[in-house]
């Protein structure tokens, strides 16, 4: 299995980005996604996840109403739809990719740069 995540780049602060992740592989959509972060200095932290099952999603409170995920099976896709970003958002983001059980996240992408500018 391979995650490419791309999408990242350098924005002002209040804009969006959206990244997407590609996953090779079969039968995506049993798997869960999630994206996760690592800030300069900190560690890797959860930022969103959708289920395979019935799409839930879950968010960290940092960024509730603000981030989307969503993923699209037909195409292996999994997209994070980022508004309002602020500097505090700056960080590599890392797609992943859960088991089967949908229990843990057992396949990580590259990650992609994300630069907010104030």
């Known amino acids: 299995v391979q995650l490419q995540a791309s999408g990242g780049g350098l924005v002002q602060a209040g804009g969006s980005l959206r990244l997407s992740c590609a996953a090779s592989g079969r039968a995506f959509s049993r798997y869960g996604m999630g994206w996760f972060r690592q800030a300069p200095g900190k560690e890797r932290e959860f930022v969103a996840g959708i289920s395979w099952s019935d799409r839930t999603t879950k968010y960290a409170d940092s960024v509730k109403g603000r981030f989307i995920i969503s993923r699209d099976n037909a195409k292996n896709l999994a997209y994070l739809q980022m508004n309002s970003l602020n500097p505090d958002d700056t960080a590599v983001y890392y797609c992943?990719?859960?088991?089967?059980?949908?229990?843990?996240?057992?396949?990580w992408g590259q990650g992609t740069l994300v630069t907010v500018s104030s």
């Open positions: 992943a990719r859960t088991n089967y059980g949908g229990t843990e996240y057992v396949y």
